[in-house]
């Protein structure tokens, strides 16, 4: 467990600065890993200046929020993905199949619209998208809760129903109010993108990731007892109601606040515990930081498969990882069917 | 006394499922709740052990209020084998054993070596050491059935509560299933549908119906041609058997007069 970890963060080490040289504009690994470390305190000069102003530009002004943008937001919706799997116990519920993505885009741009947060200054964005998808997740679960248990069809349905409905509501206030999105528009919120990252979308995401990660870390037990089933966990010593109360919290959470600085980003909380867990099984103490590095990984490769692909033009990551996401989910879902 | 149980109370909606229940259990029986699908073995047993919050009456263990008890004291008092035990994701045998030992775990304790000598000794109990790395979910029905008696002695309670823990099981597993958990020799509370399996290995019995109970004694005492045909509406033959000096019951079809 420990090798795959440090094996995981040297790629992503390595993924961040090769990331952070690829685009329209390509800079070497070497002169990124340059730059980078000559913005370190006492490594000021220490390196000759092989590269030009305007490069050191692109990889401290735009490409570097951007690739650690990417890191936290597919660290976050992995670990999200991994939450919402425990809580419903299958491995399908994902924030953007499970209309989580959709209700926190919702909010959001009903929040930016009516100024309803606006109190809350530079944080009411999150907010808003945190209070929508908290709603969704506990509309989505106590809909598909049939005598005590998740039945996954009126779960994957009613995901798809509110998930339109949501859709919808973003739409009219998009048609209705084009100047009330401010710094986003409807497009970003449907289809999710990283580009326009700033150093400042940073903080909050990271912070609420860091502490997520550490309340679910110390509950693996937890996490696992409760795949057993509801029943079953409480015999086993959780208090099942006060943790599944936890997970519906720090999974809207992780949602919300993602979702407020990214758009929303489909299928990688789907796609990532999958892998995790065939690499090494259910256990939530190994899934949860495997998940979150392979996340943040794989979401800075799409990423610069979407300034790539059509350059100059971009594309928004979130249909990417729709295209990649989809089939996986087709696939998945033929799998459990069949083993059922 | 372990457990005693009074006048408990449980719907499922509009339904009731459990009109006032009461019994007990003494330190060291075996006591069997037997009674047709639908009588409330099931649910009494998921009150007992938390799955389920009553609607009235109370539960003792130990002589301490279970409602009250936190999560983790209650499952150190008491073990739990249900009749389902699927896991959606794949772990390994030796960490779905490893799992009884949470209880005993602080917040940020990791497993020590004490507790990985503890889910190896409960493996080797149930014969199942070999399987420790295998995937539990490609285990057959009774060898997934042992690795959860194996939790429940990771969890090293010695008070036992089965809920029809041989369902959907073979004979051979049936009967392995009840001798492991015999040869413990831990106090025992277990909802059994099989008759016959009640007769072989509870002290006591209690009969369930509708959501009350309506008999209880000892085998021998409850298992009569009489009640059965109370209880289930079939007619049968009970015999003492000679081997095993337990009660044992044929069921007789329509025709069969005796």
Redesign the interface.
């Known amino acids: 467990m420990l090798g795959i970890v440090i094996i995981l963060i040297i790629l992503a080490i390595i993924t961040m600065i090769v990331a952070t040289g690829l685009g329209p504009v390509s800079v070497s690994p070497l002169d990124t890993a340059k730059i980078l470390l000559s913005k370190f305190p006492g490594c000021n000069g220490i390196f000759e200046q092989t590269w030009t102003k305007v490069e050191s530009n692109i990889v401290l002004g735009l490409r570097i929020p951007r690739v650690c943008l990417g890191m936290v937001v597919g660290a976050s919706l992995a670990v999200c993905g991994v939450t919402m799997q425990a809580l419903v116990r299958n491995n399908l519920a994902d924030p953007f199949i499970l209309g989580v993505s959709n209700g926190a885009a919702a909010f959001a741009t009903l929040g930016i619209l009516f100024g309803t947060f606006s109190f809350l200054g530079s944080y009411s964005l999150p907010i808003s998208a945190f209070i929508g998808s908290a709603i969704t997740i506990v509309f989505v679960y106590m809909i598909s809760r049939v005598r005590g248990r998740i039945n996954i069809t009126q779960l994957l349905l009613s995901g798809v129903a509110i998930s339109m409905i949501m859709g919808g509501v973003t739409q009219i206030i998009k048609l209705s109010a084009p100047n009330a999105l401010g710094l986003h528009n409807a497009e970003f919120w449907m289809s999710g993108s990283l580009a326009g990252a700033k150093w400042a979308y940073l903080k909050l995401p990271l912070i609420v990731l860091v502490i997520c990660m550490i309340f679910l870390q110390i509950h693996y037990r937890g996490l696992n007892i409760l795949l057993l089933g509801e029943e079953t966990a409480g015999a086993l010593g959780i208090n099942v109601k006060r943790l599944q109360k936890e997970l519906v919290l720090i999974a809207s959470l992780m949602a919300g606040v993602t979702i407020s600085v990214s758009g929303t980003i489909g299928f990688v909380g789907l796609m990532v515990p999958h892998f995790t867990r065939l690499l090494v099984g259910g256990d939530h103490r190994k899934v949860l930081p495997i998940s979150a590095l392979l996340g943040g990984i794989l979401v800075v490769w799409v990423d610069v498969a979407a300034r790539m692909i059509i350059a100059p033009e971009e594309l928004p990551v979130g249909i990417l990882t729709a295209v990649i996401g989809g089939p996986i989910f087709i696939y998945m879902l033929k799998k459990q069917t069949k083993e059922k | 006394m372990r457990l005693k149980v009074e006048n408990l109370h449980y719907s ?1 909606g509009e339904s009731d499922a459990l009109k006032g229940v009461s019994f007990f259990v003494n330190e060291g029986e075996f006591v069997g709740l037997i009674g047709p699908n639908g009588s409330g073995k099931s649910t009494a047993l ?1 009150n007992i ?4 919050r009553p609607d009235k009456g109370s539960i003792e263990i130990d002589g301490e209020n279970l409602l009250t008890m ?3 004291n ?3 008092k ?3 084998v ?1 009749q ?9 045998v030796e ?1 779905i054993v490893a ?2 030992r ?2 005993h ?1 602080k ?2 304790d990791l497993d020590d070596e004490h507790d990985k000598e503890i889910v190896h000794h409960a493996l080797e109990h149930l014969g199942m050491e070999s399987m420790a790395k295998k ?1 539990y979910l490609h285990l057959s029905g009774g060898e997934k059935q042992r690795v959860i008696i194996a939790r429940a002695i990771a ?1 090293e309670s010695d008070f036992y ?1 089965l809920d029809e823990p041989t369902n959907h099981l073979d004979i051979s597993y049936q009967l392995q299933i009840f001798d492991f958990i015999k040869r413990l020799n831990v106090t025992v509370l277990s909802a059994i549908h099989d008759l016959n399996m009640a007769a072989l290995y509870c002290d006591r019995l209690y009969v369930l119906k509708k959501g009350e109970i309506v008999l209880s004694g000892s085998p021998e005492e409850v298992l009569t041609e009489e009640n059965i045909y109370n209880v289930y509406g079939v007619n049968s033959s009970v015999t003492k058997n000679a081997l095993t000096g337990k009660v044992s019951i044929s069921f007789l079809p329509a025709g069969v007069n005796k």
Do not use: H, W
């Not at chain 2, 052990?49 to 389920?52: A, S």
């Not at chain 2, 035990?85 to 390994?92: G, Q, T």
């Open positions: 499922y998921k052990y938390r799955g389920l936190s999560y983790k209650s499952a150190l008491m073990a739990v249900g389902e035990n699927d896991v959606p994701f794949d772990f390994m960490e799992m009884g949470t209880p775990k917040l940020f995937n969890q509560i």
